[in-house]
């Protein structure tokens, strides 16, 4: 039951340059969340944007949420080499107390 | 420090044999979840415990089982019945939903492979 899909599936970039990555999703949900991965380790909790938020600042990173559109943006500004990893978008799968659902991630790659 | 510790960090599984893989946790989470990781499928529920003493079944609980008898600890036992069991799972923790999903701490993960 996946909820969340994030595009694009794969993102390289330059040192310095910005990312965008986008979650798409399906039904009504209380927040969004996004977390990073990086190889081989647990996912790290980065962000939480509520349904009622449109937009939220945490260090280098913008999240934005549009209800209407179903749609949120994670945007890294100056990436780093170190910002490389796998980062993943997490919904409600309805509205209510359920379990947390994962998309299939965008894997970021920084080239210094 | 608190934080979720998950062991082995690599396991291996022989053909009709149940493994256990353990999960602690000392944030006093009342919540824990146990998830499969597949290359390019992202992360898959297995199984959830809310509170002590009760869990439910996720997205792919069949050949798995759980138990949550304590509230720092939730083992994953995968079982010989799981015919597919390769995958790095992750064991994770929250403080108790109320109406919306809390932000999830995640332990570094198990490789299970067969033999």
């Known amino acids: 039951s996946q909820q969340g899909e994030e595009d694009p599936q794969a993102l390289s970039i330059q040192e310095g340059e910005n990312a965008t990555m986008n979650c798409s999703y399906k039904t009504s949900i209380n927040n969004l969340q996004w977390y990073r991965q990086n190889s081989g380790r647990g996912l790290v909790h980065l962000i939480l944007i509520r349904s009622n938020e449109r937009e939220k600042h945490s260090g280098r990173l913008r999240v934005t949420l549009d209800t209407s559109k179903k749609s949120s943006s994670l945007l890294i500004t100056a990436s780093r080499a170190a910002d490389t990893a796998s980062y993943f978008c997490?919904?409600?799968?309805?509205?209510?107390?359920?379990?947390?659902?994962f998309g299939k991630g965008t894997r970021l790659s920084v080239i210094a | 420090d608190g934080g979720i510790t998950q062991s082995p960090k690599y396991l291996f599984r022989k053909e009709g044999q149940n493994v256990t893989l353990s999960c602690e946790q000392n944030?006093?989470?009342?919540?824990m979840y146990w998830y499969r990781q597949d290359p390019g499928q992202g992360l898959r529920l297995i199984y959830y415990?809310?509170?002590?003493?009760?869990?439910q079944k996720g997205d792919i609980a069949e050949g798995y089982s759980v138990s949550r008898e304590k509230k720092e600890s939730f083992p994953l036992t995968v079982t010989s019945a799981q015919k597919n069991p390769t995958a790095f799972y992750l064991c994770?923790?929250?403080?108790?939903?109320?109406?919306?999903?809390?932000?999830?701490?995640f332990g570094d993960g198990t490789r299970l492979s067969i033999l």
């Open positions: 415990s809310q509170i002590v003493n009760d869990f």
């Open positions: 944030l006093n989470h009342d919540a």
């Open positions: 994770a923790s929250s403080i108790r939903s109320r109406g919306s999903n809390q932000p999830q701490h």
């Open positions: 997490a919904t409600d799968r309805n509205s209510g107390n359920t379990p947390l659902v």
